[in-house]
């Protein structure tokens, strides 16, 4: 694997290189970040130093998924991308010291869908273009953008019921819940709250008390 | 209708979960109803979206995998080539260690040793040159005079040539032999004062092999040196 010799890159060509594939500079980006994050995770959390690796590769997994869904863009993106990519690393870290049901009381909240790094202003500016839904690129767009921002729980559960038809009994046993109506109910919750909030991004209106 | 019922009711009518007769119901209350239709139409979109969203994890995830893969093989091959690299950087190091170790205190020797006697070897040339002896004898005489005046190193090239034109001599010819053996001897005496460890060894060991004149010195010397 040829690395250039002691060259740096901009955030902005680590992110062009992400969304055209350029597998240089996505490795160099992975080798470099690797040694920090995973130095950052043992330290604070010596009993994850053998998970260090592993939490690292899911960090480095849900930044490149939000480049290429574009909700990380170099305009968008207000701190370096080390430096969000450190933060998902050490909120993964976070989770699984969670599951491994160490010390829990000692442990913070898990903060869903950490905002701090991507500033408001996400969405072009509404296009004219309108298709066959109704919806417009905007729309779609804005569509896109909340779904990236569904917590880890209700986007895994969307995701094993829509993409890969899985049955409610699947995800009940899969995510842990006491059984298949609790799992239907819980998908239903995530996909109504998204709704709510994209239909009051869409229409500024808060459709929960709809009674037909 | 209750909104966690009504996006289940969607789900149904969307994923074809629907019997027939309730489809067409359900169709009809949306030709009638432009915010059902509206609902129908958003609660699509976000399913075709999450999709969409999650066949680009999926696919992010492989090549993730693959990155993962690379950058462990270029890591295994960094720290063969780091071992590799500090190994021979070691090496090097001790042997340095080692050789400086071994040669510093045989070049103090050298330095210590009195200049070894030569003065036969001047007044045999000298008285030769005098009686109208051939060219080695006054190319020795040269020399022999250069290192009175601690000269050496010409002195040593201008014995080193004449030993070259020589070339080889055996036993049998005796008169050539003693002089090849009187100018090894002297350019060991050169390659002593000009503090040359190897080099002297080595004549020396020459002349205390040919076993003529000045074995007896030269094996004093070596020990000397090598002790």
Known sequence: ?212 | MEPLMLTEKIDNYLLGKMPDAERQAFEQEMEADAALKREVALQREIISALCEQASIEQQVRQDAEAVRQRVGQHEKHISKTHRLTISIISSIAVAACLTVAFIIPQLNRLQDIPTPDYSSIHDMYSQSTIRGGDNIFSTISEATALMDNSRYGEAYNILSAATEQMGNVTRDNKQQYEIKEDLLYLQAVCAIKRHQLFRSKRLLRQVADMKGNHQQEAEQLLRQITD
């Not at chain 1, 080390?82 to 000692?106: N, R, T």
């Not at chain 1, 109504?192 to 909030?197: D, P, Q």
């Open chain 1, 1 to 212: 694997m040829p690395f250039p010799f002691r060259k740096t890159y901009t955030d902005a060509e680590y992110l062009d290189a992400f969304l055209q594939c350029n597998n240089m500079l996505i490795d160099h980006f992975y080798l470099t970040q690797k040694k920090i994050c995973t130095a950052s995770i043992i330290r604070q959390y010596r009993y994850l130093s053998d998970y260090a690796d592993d939490i690292f590769h899911e960090a480095f997994i849900r930044l490149h998924v939000n480049i290429r869904t574009c909700k990380i863009t170099a305009s968008t993106l207000t701190s370096p991308l080390g430096g969000y990519l450190h933060g998902i690393a050490l909120k993964v870290a976070l989770e699984y010291a969670h599951k491994s049901g160490y010390a829990a009381e000692q442990l913070p909240e898990i903060n869903d869908n950490p905002q701090w790094a991507i500033s408001p202003q996400t969405i072009s500016n509404p296009s004219a273009t309108e298709v066959d839904t109704g919806f417009t690129d905007h729309d779609i767009e804005l569509i896109r953008f909340y779904i990236t921002c569904l917590s880890n729980q209700c986007r895994k559960i969307l995701n094993l019921f829509y993409f890969e038809h899985s049955s409610m009994d699947t995800i009940a046993t899969m995510l842990n819940y006491k059984n298949a109506d609790t799992a239907k109910t819980q998908k239903n919750k995530c996909m109504t709250k998204l709704k709510i909030f994209i239909k009051h991004r869409l229409y500024g209106t808060f459709d929960a008390d709809r009674k037909n």
